[in-house]
């Protein structure tokens, strides 16, 4: 619900709530890429020998894990995804890395002369790369970097994460995707895009596929990233509409044909019904309210005329902490509402 916009509007000939683009939303996620697959279907003229495959086994095909960041960058390009330092525009791919470092075996083979430096899988976090990454002009506005729910994941408030983010004049925040549903990260949803790519060239080291994996994110299209993003967008509107469950199925927006046609739009827009449906659920089933700078909630006390409380620009979302302040705003005692604000 905090993705949409509050009041309503006309598009298309129907009234509906639009989708936040999200143009200040990172989307960070690790992904593990597989070397190979178990079963491979291939191709062959008459009298060409077929690729070999050397495993060890099929149980136990090597993967390396990479981090990806991804922003929306914007539909079509608009001036906030304009560098005018680097003077291009800013695409949305913030980087692709491998947790993978060079070391030298201790003993020389058939297949390398001593001294060769290999690839092996670490860990690795660079905590500099956004700054580098990101436009200049926008240093100084909330960046916002989402994260998986993952237990190894360190917390939003921690301090080394909140130093950091405040470097320079820069203010980046961390932040979780809901819970329970891998739909709301594009890189999940893009995932397939790279690897079905990945799976067409044959690797035999550590260092090929991430030299693959690194040429295919680089390659990797505007019009694809504008897709993933859309369908995005489309995830959480379903979501609303089934209730906030995640058995649900995508409509086909047909994107391509509005793109060229030229009426494909930078968000998705929610039904009114949709929406009206959601909010009555967040405030009778749950006792959550949804309340906006647009609201005004007025409390009065039955048989106290005087003792009048009138509440203005207050936007609060249910979390654990605020079911005991949206009870208090049924209440009949002013002073108790007070005092829960």
Known sequence: MSFLDDKPDVHRDKIGHRVDPMLNTVHVDEKWFNHDKKTGWY??????????????????????????????????????????????????KLGLWSFAEGHFPQRRSQYRPKGTILQRNIESVDTAVNPRKWPICHRGKIIYEQQDNASPHVL?????????????????????????????????????AIQNLQYQTYVASTLEPIEVVQNLFRILDKVT????????????????????????????????????????????????????????????????????????????????????????????????EDRRQHENFEASSVKEILKAV
């Not at 149980?59 to 960041?69: D, L, Q, S």
């Not at 539909?75 to 995804?81: A, E, L, N, Q």
């Not at 909140?162 to 949803?189: A, T, Y």
């Open 156 to 192: 939003p408030d921690d301090e080394d994460v909140v130093r950091e983010g405040q470097r320079e004049g820069w203010d980046i925040r961390l932040i979780f995707q809901p819970s329970n549903s891998s739909d709301f990260n594009v890189l999940d949803l893009g995932y397939s």
């Open 225 to 320: 990233l504008d897709n993933i993003f859309l369908t995005l967008q489309q995830v959480m509107v379903c979501v609303l509409a089934c209730d906030g469950d995640n058995e649900y199925k995508l409509p086909h927006m047909g994107k391509a044909k509005q793109r060229r046609n030229g009426t494909l739009k930078q968000c998705v827009v929610c039904s009114s019904e949709v929406y009206a449906s959601a909010f009555s659920k967040l405030s009778t089933e749950e006792g959550k309210r949804h309340i906006t700078h647009e609201d005004c909630v007025a409390v009065e006390q039955q048989h106290k005329a005087d003792e009048k409380l009138t509440v203005h620009g207050i936007k609060m979302y249910g979390v654990q």
């Open 43 to 92: 191709y062959l003229l008459s009298g060409e020998d077929p690729p070999e495959r050397h495993r060890h086994s099929a149980r136990h095909i090597e993967k390396t894990m990479f981090w990806p960041r991804l922003l929306d960058q914007g539909i079509p390009v608009s001036f906030d995804t304009w560098d005018p330092h680097r003077k291009t525009n800013f695409d949305g």
